[in-house]
């Protein structure tokens, strides 16, 4: 039987032909459908009508290569083979009407007593066990359930976990999205920041290049330090989700587990690894806006002003009671050394240093529960 069924194996959706089987030319046959669609394949700019070419056409046969020419019918002019078909409709009979082979399930014997087999649910100890067990042996005192209801009622509960893990991936799985996001968000209002560092800098030259490449190196390093922390969070998050998708996966195998006994004995340690895994209290949350890089802003409207209001500075109303004439003789020696005073004193009070930037302590969230 195994040779015949090799036999009605289509060459193209390698299952048993599909009636109606329609017979080529060159004596190989096909299910109608997988011929109309190589047909297709083939003459992909003929009329179709409902997706069936209507027009002739022609195509090569999948297994030895010879070229079908088909009339005005396409593939409905092909003959149906019909001792093919009857064969098949045999084969079909013979197969449901073969017996199927029984699975024996081994069910689990207790370890104590090794000719009885495992049939209740101690509930005192949560392990199933004999019946001898209850009787004579270590859960004589021990108040029992029917295996079978027990078996429902841990089935349905690791049902219901297993759903709420998928749920909590799903949640974990947007947490990540928006981790990711505020990376991005980060990096953007960085890079913009230090845009407009660089941008008020330039209007003061070889005065205040010292003082932007500062303020470049702080923006720089609390944005490497919020995207570090924002991508150890992310891969914490990551390998969270990691353990819990196993975590379901074995689960999801235990639910097809078809002895009660095996699957009793492997539910509670289960049970016990999906309750810690849905446990997220111990995954930090990122505060609102620390992604948030304003408070890097400048405004250089007083040392402007400053800088443009640069001059010889005046002379006390003591030195005007002074003699003209050693005024007149200093006066170009003493506006020389009043000028670089006045840039050394702009250099010194009228740029006052810019007020560091927040802590990462304070952005930084704490630990929510």
């Given amino acids: 039987m195994d040779s015949l069924e090799k036999q009605l194996i289509c060459p193209i959706c390698l299952e ?10 060159c004596q190989h046959n096909l299910c109608r459908k997988c011929a109309n669609d190589i047909f297709q394949s083939s003459n992909p700019y003929l009329p179709t009508r409902g997706g069936t ?10 297994s030895c290569r010879h070229e079908v020419v088909l009339n005005r019918h396409g593939v409905y002019g092909l003959q149906r083979n ?38 209740i649910y101690c509930l005192s100890c949560c392990v199933p066990t004999c019946s001898m067990c209850k009787v004579f042996g270590a859960h004589k005192d021990c108040e029992v ?37 505020t990376c991005r968000s980060i990096e953007e209002n960085g890079r913009r920041q230090k845009s407009k ?78 309750a810690e895994a849905s446990n997220t209290s111990h995954l930090e949350r990122v505060e609102r806006g620390y992604e948030n890089m304003d408070h890097y802003s400048v405004s250089f409207k007083r040392e402007g002003r400053a800088l443009r209001n640069i001059d010889f500075a005046r002379d006390d109303d003591d030195d005007e009671e002074e003699d003209e004439e050693e005024v007149a003789v200093d006066a170009d020696s003493r506006a020389g050394q009043t000028a670089s005073g006045e840039v050394d004193s702009l250099n010194e009070e009228a740029l006052p240093p810019l007020l560091p930037p927040q802590p990462l302590s304070t952005c930084r969230p704490g630990t929510s529960s």
């Fill in 16 to 25: 048993m032909f599909t009636k109606p089987v329609v017979i080529l030319p």
């Fill in 53 to 62: 070419v209507t027009s002739g056409g022609r195509f090569r046969c999948p």
């Fill in 82 to 119: 019909l001792l093919v078909e009857n064969i098949i409709d045999m084969y079909k009979q013979e197969y449901i009407s073969r017996p199927s082979p029984e699975q024996k399930v081994d069910q689990p014997m207790c370890e104590v007593h090794e000719d009885e087999k495992i049939n």
């Fill in 145 to 181: 359930a029917p295996l079978n209801s027990i078996y429902q009622t841990q089935k349905t509960e690791l049902s219901d976990r297993i759903a709420m893990m998928v749920g909590n991936n799903d949640r974990i799985q947007g947490i990540i999205s928006q981790l990711e996001e």
């Fill in 197 to 274: 560092v660089c941008e008020k800098f330039d209007h003061l030259y070889a005065i205040l290049e010292d003082r932007k490449r500062e303020m470049n190196v702080k923006v720089n390093a609390e944005q490497e330090e919020k995207l570090n922390y924002i991508r150890r969070l992310t891969r914490k998050y990551g390998d969270h989700l990691e353990s819990m998708t196993k975590i379901m996966e074995t689960g999801i195998q235990t639910l097809e587990e078809p002895e009660m006994a095996v699957f009793l004995q492997n539910t509670k340690p289960l049970l016990q690894k999906i």
